[in-house]
């Protein structure tokens, strides 16, 4: 029986180049290729062989992880620039008020006021500010 895998949004779907791999993980290969092997052949006699493999891991890490990584739909730099905007940046926090309780309170007080100083300049009558009152 023949099985066609077909990704639930096609938005998912990515090219296969060569190896089964994507252009861009083809070219983050390339990248981590070509920074790994001139440092193991150049550090080979001078850096010790315990030490060497951890300094190659360390400069290839990037390339791996701009042609492998993918969180929560982000790719690596787009991850990388939104983590180090938030991290050492200052945040502009935006206050919204969901709870309007408080400023339906402060037009309450106000309407009041503008009626009590009406009451006190003459423009209402005793019987019309209370009945607006209660």
Same mark, same amino acid.
């Given at each position: ?8 949004? =096609? ?19 390339? *990248?981590?290729?070509?920074?790994? %092997?001139?440092? *193991? ?5 001078? %850096? ?40 050492? @940046? ?18 309450? @007080?106000?309407?009041?006021?503008? %009626? ?15 009945? =607006?009152?209660?």
């Amino acid at each position: 029986m023949l099985e066609v895998k077909i990704p639930s949004e =096609i938005q998912d779907y990515k090219s296969k180049v060569i190896f089964g791999l994507s252009l861009r993980q083809l070219i983050a290969v390339a *990248g981590a290729m070509i920074t790994a %092997i001139p440092v *193991g052949v150049i550090g080979h006699g001078r %850096i010790s062989s315990d030490i060497l493999p951890w300094i190659i891991i360390i400069m290839t890490a990037p390339w791996v992880g701009y042609g492998f990584f993918k969180f929560q739909g982000l790719k690596f730099e787009e991850y990388a620039r939104s983590w180090l905007q938030f991290t050492f @940046l200052p945040q502009k926090r935006v206050y919204e008020d969901t709870d309007s309780t408080l400023q339906d309170l402060h037009v309450e @007080l106000l309407e009041e006021l503008i %009626i009590q100083q009406r009451i006190d300049a003459g423009e209402y009558e005793e019987t019309e500010a209370e009945d =607006i009152q209660v």
